[in-house]
């Protein structure tokens, strides 16, 4: 916190003033009329996003600044920094079969950082029997594994 931003505005304690609020454009205007600044997040940091679905980047060549390598509550995972060829910057987290296992192996060699995927990401499309641990009852179900292309 800095010294010139309130933790708590004085506006915030008003309630009739809070109550007038109906829109995002109301709370544009309170905020305006109180001197306060309106930034956007994005503007913040280093303009990197986490990748939410790994299809948007199958078939998109990629740069690799670098990785990191992270223990989560699933057991370990890489985050990949990533730019894309349009200029996308992008964190890739992956735990899996697929990509956290070929940036161990690229990091053991020292070649994480600066690795050009041409192709960007391959997705692969399977199934596998999930068995019923009370009757045994084997269901088969579908999974994805993505990979850094390798073409």
């Known amino acids: ?60 060549g990629l740069l690799i600044l670098g990785g990191q390598f992270n223990e989560g509550d699933m057991g370990k995972f890489v985050s990949l920094y990533a730019v894309d060829a349009d200029g996308g910057k992008w964190i890739i987290n992956d735990g899996g079969t697929g990509i956290f296992a070929q940036a161990e192996k690229y990091a053991a060699k020292g070649l994480l950082s600066g690795l050009l995927i041409r192709k960007g990401l391959v997705r692969s499309d399977y199934q596998y029997d999930e068995v019923n641990a009370k009757t045994g009852e084997i269901t088969k179900r579908p999974a994805t594994t993505y990979y850094l292309s390798s073409v």
């Open 1 to 60: 916190m800095t010294d010139n931003v309130p933790a708590k505005p004085d506006f915030l304690k008003d309630e009739d003033t809070l109550k007038e609020i109906a829109t995002l454009d109301d709370a544009f205007k309170l905020l305006a009329s109180q001197g306060f600044a309106v930034t956007e997040i994005k503007d913040l940091g280093s303009g990197f996003e986490v990748v939410e679905n790994k299809d948007q980047l199958v078939g998109k």
